[in-house]
């Protein structure tokens, strides 16, 4: 479970810092947590990192940010569609998590 939500939030991540530095390197987006996430509340702390990295670079993101090419390792992509692609399996990685937490017994509540 831990490894699904490291992902997630690297996902996100990798976003930011490849809109940054130009190029989003595939190795960035796979992997297992590293050792120091050993529980929820590290994860939690790591995801409060991301969240603040990501909410200061859309602040500071012009219009202009967004039609940047960006190198990954899939081909070219703009900043566009580098973030509907980062969006797109955000929302996979999250079922992921519900599915598993439901698997341990949380509440089978639907996602939107």
Known sequence: MRDLA???????????????????????LGGSAPPDLVDGPA?????A?????????????????FTRVI??????RT???LLDHAVSQ???QLRDLHALAVEFGAPAEELP
């Open 6 to 28: 490291f992902r997630l939030f690297r996902w996100a991540l990798a976003y930011v810092d490849g809109m940054d530095m130009g190029e989003r390197p595939e190795a960035w």
């Open 49 to 65: 990192l991301v969240r603040g990295r990501i909410a200061g670079w859309f602040e500071g993101a012009g219009a202009a940010e």
């Open 90 to 92: 955000a929302e996979e």
């Open 71 to 76: 190198e990954t390792g899939g081909g070219p």
């Open 79 to 81: 900043g566009y569609a």
């Open 43 to 47: 994860v939690a702390r790591y995801g």
